[in-house]
């Protein structure tokens, strides 16, 4: 996927007129995302916003609600906001994906598509009629052969999601991977404030959720490799929430006070550790390619540490991603990563931001396999400041100084 194929004007016209642009359905484990916007220059203006609180998908949490009921409730909602259209562009969490990458020869589109879901059924174990198949292609290889992202999704998981919104009133018109429309988001985001335009070209993103974190690395703008690790990226105060025991004695409970919040870069390790080694596959298999920096997004991305923890293995520049700020006048509830994949799927049809260069924060990674330098923190940010160490001359100097 070219995160930026799908460019076009902000508006279409149509037999009846201007036809408004997508509303954004973002479907969540704990509630859904609603977003309509428009463009405007530098930024993306907000047409409307809701969030829904529920569930209707099926996996590993039970759904809240049914279709229709969770339907009823989104018009209601709806109806105090005021969507222009009626169209809807669906997200859907990486976990209700399968995703793989398959190496096949050169051919056409048509012949590609009849063999992607041939390999899909037998590399994912499922029956061709029972899930929806997709395909995006990564880009040629050595001895004319294609690299192609394999995504495959259970039909009864789209037709409950595609049901709830035709219960509220819209026109579902397609279904899309959140860390795909949130690499979408974030790559947009990049080109418009970078100073540099090549590091809006090549970098990584680690898309966050409960359960599942997506790594994407775009590389000369165009999507390059993904892969998905499962594992419990929860927010560190609901996790803490979640392990609160009681302690049974003499007959009474005695409920305990989650721990005082410690360090938490011990949960992003492993993390951290898997995503270096994707990275070096693909820089073997892309003949040296390395990231600029690694952007940390997705509902379960708010922990400063695991970008710190990222940048110490990796050795790319990382930090947690601001998707607010391409939005001129946010809605009052849109706050955080997790409406990113919202972002995304609500500017397909919009138009690249216009440049508006910010001063980075610190300095440019230096190249790998240079000599390390000193790291301090930002207080209360992911970001890691790189300051050289100083020479043994330059501290004799101190030295004598001080004396």
């Given amino acids: 996927m070219n995160p930026n194929d799908h460019d076009t004007p902000r508006s279409r016209r149509s037999w009846f007129g201007t036809r408004h642009p997508a509303v954004a359905a973002d479907f969540g ?45 989104v018009r209601a909602a709806c ?31 048509a012949e590609l598509s009849e063999s992607i879901r041939f390999e899909a059924t037998d590399r994912f174990g499922i029956a061709s009629d029972s899930a929806s198949i997709g395909h995006v292609r990564l880009g040629s290889t050595a001895g004319g052969s294609n690299e192609v992202l394999m995504l495959a999704i259970a039909n009864a998981t789209v037709q409950r999601a595609a049901m709830a919104m035709v219960r509220a009133g819209f026109r579902p018109s397609r279904v899309e991977h959140a860390a795909l429309a949130a690499l979408r988001a ?56 979640r392990r609160a025991t009681a302690i049974r004695l003499a007959n009474d409970a005695i409920e305990l006070e989650p721990a005082a919040q410690e360090s938490t870069a ?67 509830c849109i706050h955080g990563n997790t409406w990113v994949a919202a972002i995304g799927g609500a500017c397909t049809a919009l138009r690249q931001l216009d440049r508006a260069p910010r001063a980075e924060d610190v300095p440019a990674q230096p190249a790998r396999g240079a000599p390390r330098t000193a790291m301090a923190r930002a207080a209360g940010t992911g970001t890691i400041a790189l300051a050289p160490e100083p020479k043994p001359e330059t501290l004799a100097a101190a030295g004598g100084a001080a004396a």
């Fill in 79 to 109: 109806a105090q906001v005021g969507f222009a259209g009626r169209e809807a562009a669906i997200t859907l969490p990486a976990e209700c994906f399968q995703a793989d990458i398959a190496r096949l020869p050169a051919m056409n589109d």
């Fill in 29 to 73: 484990r704990g509630s859904l995302r609603l977003l309509q916007l428009d463009h405007a220059g530098a930024a993306y203006a907000c047409t409307a916003a809701a969030e829904v609180a529920g569930c209707v998908l099926e996996g590993g949490t039970a759904p809240t609600s049914t279709p229709e009921d969770f339907g009823d409730r």
């Fill in 266 to 332: 011990w949960r992003w390790c492993a993390l951290a550790e898997e995503v270096l080694r994707c990275l070096r596959h693909f820089e073997r298999t892309s003949g040296g390619w390395w990231p600029r920096a690694i952007a940390v997004t997705g509902p379960a991305a708010n922990d400063p540490q695991s970008a710190a923890t990222l940048e110490s293995v990796c050795g790319a520049r990382t930090g947690l991603c601001v998707p607010i700020r391409a939005i001129e006048r946010a809605a009052p």
């Fill in 186 to 241: 974030v790559s947009r985001q990049r080109s418009a404030e970078c100073a540099d335009p090549a590091d809006a070209r090549d970098f990584a993103m680690i898309h966050l959720e409960d359960r599942v974190a997506t790594l994407a690395a775009v590389r000369d703008g165009s999507l390059s490799f993904l892969r998905t690790v499962r594992g419990d990226w929860a927010p560190v105060g609901m996790t803490a929430a």
